[in-house]
């Protein structure tokens, strides 16, 4: 009997058990893949270790959410490349976004433009950025759903700051219509692309406290774990298993029965009784595989969110050491064409791993991972003839374009692989290979967001289908509440008999598994 069965080894599922195992409770993480990470996972190939979605940590600092996250578990900080930011390349300049506050004020002026507007416009969202970020890290929980939460949001918000919340009905759009910069394609276009990295959306329907978060997201600090994401995996669950938590990979869950107290976890390798249940896996998944009133609860979030999903198509190449030469950044964001949609290659972000990193790659070798958003729709219904074309397609394509800052890139690989939807659907169980959660848009986000508890007892929702949505800092965050939660559920009722078995197994059953 475990106090806490996880569903899903992606960040937020993993993290919430560690936070649960190292508060005293008995948890057992199951993940479907062979090894945990989800789309935060990572993949092996002729020495070279890929990021398959997240290449970086946000916010791992010893103040920020995911330094939080570390402290919480018992964990030191992340050894790695502290990014001092990267390049965003336009169709017609360059824009470094500087991680210091102070550099990156002066390049968006000096490349952005210098008006009255401009600056007014910017000292909005700095103040914004300033003001959730500091929200985030006090643990602000929504959507609010009762008094407590409400106390709870005006605490971490402050009262000095509360009028601020005025713009949760507001977006990205809004405030640049409201400085007269609609129309200034350069700003718009940078924008645009941070936007539909960070919060899945378009200027147009992103909120704007959310873009205010996302486009300043360097200033809280991006890490690149030395090895890429293997490495902070590899650091993660020898953690959590050291602390007595069991991880089963390979074992994907079939089905949840039962009530809180009691609850069945039905898996391929057997059942196991639970006293609650983290479903740490997209929403459509979670209401599947729950008791019915879970998926009654969910049904309406589904159908409002039915189409507002998206994927992704990625190309992974081990390089010779001089196809990445010449380059002072090892991270870029690059829009080819103003006034083309975004996706399929039209912004893309490029990862080059850190030189002398020999945990990413070999000896005079760099791992590159080149990734851009895509709709679901034309990679389903295709013949394998046709879904072989259109993925060769795909990876030249996205190739050629990374040529723009690597002239040389993948003349030389060692390693070729590229990913689609079906990739994800495959290796991380996303329904439609569906990444980074809903298309964040006021209708679906902060108070109208999936909310963690669905309202059926001992029964939990995280991960980037819940607020506050897709990043590893939103997993983190969303970890820390649901941990909370689940700590305060087991704490009014009478503990369940545990087994020895259960808290003995330790490191070593927790390691052998998640090999």
């Given at each position: 009997m ?15 058990a ?60 992340v ?24 550099s ?7 490349a ?35 008094v ?167 190309v ?12 002072t ?27 002398g990193?020999?945990e ?36 030249e ?40 959660g ?78």
């Amino acid at each position: 009997m475990y106090d806490a069965a996880i569903i899903g080894g992606g960040i937020a599922g993993v993290a919430t058990a560690a936070r649960l195992q190292a508060r005293g409770l008995a948890t057992v993480v199951f993940e479907a893949h062979g090894q945990p990470g989800g789309c935060a996972g990572f993949f092996r190939r002729q020495g070279f270790s890929f990021d398959v979605g997240a290449t970086t940590l946000v916010d791992f600092g010893p103040d920020g959410v995911g330094g939080e996250l570390l402290a919480s578990v018992g964990m030191t900080a992340v050894q790695g490349e502290a990014l001092p930011g990267y390049v965003a390349w336009l169709p017609d300049r360059r824009v470094t976004l500087y991680r210091d506050a102070a550099s990156w004020s002066r390049e968006r002026l000096k490349a952005l433009g210098d008006t009255p507007a401009h600056r007014a416009f910017w000292q909005l969202l700095d103040r914004l950025a300033d003001v959730f970020w500091r929200a985030s890290r006090r643990g602000v929980k929504l959507p609010v759903r009762s008094v407590a939460d409400a106390i709870r949001a005006a605490r971490a918000v402050g009262l000095v700051e509360l009028p601020l919340v005025r713009y949760l009905g507001w977006t990205l759009a809004d405030a640049l219509r409201a400085f007269g910069l609609a129309n200034d394609k350069a700003l718009v276009g940078l924008l645009a692309m941070l936007v539909e990295d960070t919060v899945h959306s378009s200027v147009s329907e992103a909120p704007l406290i959310n873009a205010a978060l996302g486009v300043t997201i360097r200033g809280a600090g991006l890490t690149r774990a030395r090895g890429g994401m293997r490495g902070f995996w590899n650091g993660l669950i020898r953690r959590y298993g050291h602390i007595g938590g069991e991880l089963r990979v390979g074992c994907p869950v079939e089905r949840v029965e039962g009530r809180e107290g009691a609850y069945r976890v039905t898996t391929r390798r057997g059942v196991v009784t639970a006293g609650q249940v983290v479903a740490a896996v997209p929403a459509p998944l979670a209401a599947r595989l729950g008791p019915e009133p879970v998926a009654e609860a969910l049904a309406p979030y589904l159908r409002r969110d039915a189409v507002a999903m998206g994927g992704a198509a990625a190309v992974f190449l081990g390089v010779p050491e001089d196809e990445v030469s010449g380059q002072t950044f090892t991270h870029h964001q690059l829009l080819h064409d103003y006034d083309r949609p975004l996706g399929d290659g039209n912004n893309m972000f490029v990862s080059v791993s850190a030189p002398g990193d020999t945990e990413s790659a070999p000896a005079g070798h760099r791992a590159v991972m080149i990734s851009t958003h895509c709709e679901l729709a034309p990679w389903e219904g295709l013949t394998p003839e046709a879904y072989r074309g259109r993925k060769r397609e795909v990876g030249e394509r996205l190739v050629a374009l990374a040529r723009r800052v690597y002239p040389e890139l993948g003349r030389n690989a060692a390693v070729y692989e590229v990913a689609t939807p079906r990739t994800y659907e495959r290796f991380t169980k996303r329904p439609r290979g569906a990444v980074g959660g809903v298309r964040q848009t006021l209708a679906n986000s902060n108070q109208k967001a999936v909310p963690h508890d669905v309202g059926v007892p001992g029964y939990w929702l995280v991960g980037d289908s819940t607020w506050p949505g897709l990043g590893t800092v939103a997993c983190c965050l969303g970890s820390r509440l649901v941990a909370e939660g689940v700590l305060a559920s087991a704490s009014r009722r009478v503990p369940a008999p545990r087994t020895v078995i259960a808290r003995a197994r330790g490191a070593s059953h927790a390691v052998r598994n998640a090999r």
